[in-house]
């Protein structure tokens, strides 16, 4: 099984990116997605994270009404739009997956987890 995240880069405050997550080796379908970040020295945080039907999304309050969550089943992918992008948004961004139909926003509850792309928000 593999997460692989994309659309990580190097770019201006008020900027935008768009990340993209592309699962192999299993549907997720019936799985809950998200999205997690770590900066350095720091602990790894949620983001955002969309059940399996994409009915229902929750945000961290630091990027509500900023970032937008999505996903394909038919490309088994999710996505995590983000505007307005700001230096405290600089971090590592980690896909995450969580087995069954239920949601997440804890590293504990994670089953799967991708390698990792990197956003910096810098002027």
Known sequence: VQLVESGGGLVQPGD???LSC???????????????RQA???EREFVAAINWSGSSKR?????KGRFTISRDKV???VYLQMNSLEPEDTAVYYCAARRGLGSFSSVFEVDYWGQG???T???
């Open 16 to 18: 935008s990116l768009r």
């Open 40 to 42: 350095p020295g720091k």
């Open 117 to 119: 792309t990197q956003v």
């Open 121 to 123: 928000v810098s002027s």
């Open 22 to 36: 592309a699962a192999s080796g299993r549907t997720f379908s019936r799985d809950a997605m998200g999205w997690f």
């Open 59 to 63: 945000y961290d309050d630091s990027v």
């Open 75 to 77: 490309k088994n992918t």
